[in-house]
């Protein structure tokens, strides 16, 4: 149990701002075995939103607080998804061949192509989470907001998780973000990561007994093998900036998949 707490706590402190205690024995071991809590972080940072959202709301309009609760989240994560995103969007954009796609994502300067990508990214997902909001202000908003923040959290971060297992990582200098926790996963460490997502899942279902739920893996799996082939198309395999990206489409995808539901008669 202590050395869950300690992997738990070493995953607080490479996947977020949350500032953790000295004490804290960082090895390169540590975080590669810590990355089975990367969806239990979706519960952290969904929970952070919620709260966030909540708080705003007393004092301002729905739309501030959404955008109140996405700033106020993307500084609790330090944008690191975001930035991988934006990132993918530069290398696959501009880049022709696997030397120079890797290239581009490793400069740190945002280009053309990861700008409008964050654009387009952050004007999806506000519209898609103000709908949501605007689907059930009249009926227990706060516990659907909370359930579906806490799937599109831990859910994408587990497809990020995945592509760990079932792809190589395509670099092949020590010298990157994730060098030390880009080693194949065993099915035990995913199925482990696997239960930060079916507990919210499940009681989902039985909150709502609306059983379209049911065919969310459907389409965010369709999602994370065609993102995936098309990785190991182009570089061989994934990078950190690989699964940042997967995170934020399949992100932007769960919103898609809850805001399509049709709701009205559960």
Not at 85 to 103: H, N, Q, R
Not at 113 to 130: C, H
Not at 166 to 181: F, L
Request: glycine letters at 8%.
């Amino acid at each position: 149990m202590k050395k869950q707490l300690h992997l738990l706590l070493v995953a607080v402190m490479f996947y977020t701002r949350i500032p953790v205690s000295s004490w804290i024995n960082y090895t390169e071991q540590a975080q590669k075995e810590s990355s089975v809590y990367f969806p239990f972080i979706g519960w952290i940072t969904a929970g952070f939103s919620i709260l966030v959202f909540f708080v705003s709301h007393l004092v301002y309009s729905e739309s501030i607080s959404l955008i109140i609760t996405f700033i106020l989240g993307i500084l609790l994560t330090g944008a690191l998804h975001e930035d991988g995103f934006a990132d993918v969007c530069d290398g696959f954009g501009g880049g022709w061949t696997k030397e120079k796609i890797l290239e581009i994502m490793k400069d740190s300067r945002v280009g053309v192509y990861g700008v409008i990508g964050l654009i387009g990214l952050f004007t999806l997902k506000y519209a898609l989470v103000d709908q949501l909001i605007d689907t059930f202000k009249a009926s227990n908003l706060y516990v659907h907001l909370f359930f579906i923040f806490i799937l599109a959290h831990t859910l994408s971060r587990f497809m990020a998780l995945t592509l760990m297992y079932t792809h190589s990582y395509a670099r092949n200098t020590p010298d990157s973000k994730i060098a030390s926790i880009a080693r194949p996963l065993s099915a035990k460490q995913v199925l482990f990561a696997s239960v930060w997502v079916i507990i919210p899942f499940i009681l989902y279902i039985y909150q709502t007994t609306n059983l379209y739920i049911m065919l969310l893996p459907i389409p965010i799996l369709l999602i994370k093998i065609g993102i995936g082939r098309y990785y190991q198309k182009w570089i061989g395999g994934y990078t950190g900036d690989c699964l940042g990206a997967l995170q934020q489409v399949t992100e932007i995808a769960i919103y898609l998949f809850f805001a399509g539901i049709p709701w009205k008669s559960f």
